[in-house]
């Protein structure tokens, strides 16, 4: 039976590529997408692969609760979760408002979170599990620090929950954070180099590790980079 793959924020950019791939690659997808009717949209596009769109609002607790759950009832086992639902904002830190950090720490941090506590327990007990969070080299402590100050904390925090659930976990699961590079999307503006496919590349291959794959670490152009 080919594995199931969850993609959160997966109707349009990076998570749209990464359905793609994983779909080809194979993998049955379920494409979370807060809006229904844009998620059944972005399937379209992805053509003959079997795909399913899911509501999933990762900054709603209930959202992702009640996905889980109709995800259950119908059998559907998330083999594989990809938590690429991100936002950007970029304030400077003095400007910042409060809300402003608590809406990037809602999604790109505690997204994943929610994420991880709703999927990975039935990866454990089936013997079989790939993680892979969407971070950024914007969240990177080596170097300087993180990037944009809403931004880079919540994506350091999101590299420190890798660590934490990847530790948390048998060997059987792989947990691993991603920096898809600098990608023409909404988010990375029509400036930057590389295609959603191109971002997709490294998240796509820890998606599928095989079981001597690495855990715990976070990777560029599918090689470590430093956290
Ligand atoms: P994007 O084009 O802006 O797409 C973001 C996706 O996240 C959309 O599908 C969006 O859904 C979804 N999303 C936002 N808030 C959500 C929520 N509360 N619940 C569920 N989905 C939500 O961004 P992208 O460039 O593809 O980025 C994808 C990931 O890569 C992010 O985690 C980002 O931080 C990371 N990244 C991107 C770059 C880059 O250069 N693009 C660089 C480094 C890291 P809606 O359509 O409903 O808004």
Redesign the pocket.
Known sequence: MPHTALV????????LAICRRLGRSGLDVVL????TE?GRRAAASLGPAAVRVEQ????DPDSVEACAKRLAAEGVQVDVLVN?????PTTPFFDLSEETMADSLQ?NLL?AYRTSRAFVPGMVDRGYGRVVN?S?T?GRMSGGGPGPAAYGIAKAALNALTLVVAHSVPFHVKVNAV?????R????GSG?PLTPDQ?ADTAVWLATLPDDGPTAGFFQDRRPITW
Do not use: F, H, K, Q
Request: charged share 15%; proline share 3%; net charge neutral.
């Open positions: 959160t924020g997966g109707n349009r950019g990076i998570g979370g997408a807060r809006d844009r999933l609002d990762v900054a690429n639902a991100g936002i950007y999604v997204g969407i950024s914007g920096c898809p590079g600098w990608v999307t909404d988010m990375g930057a971002g």
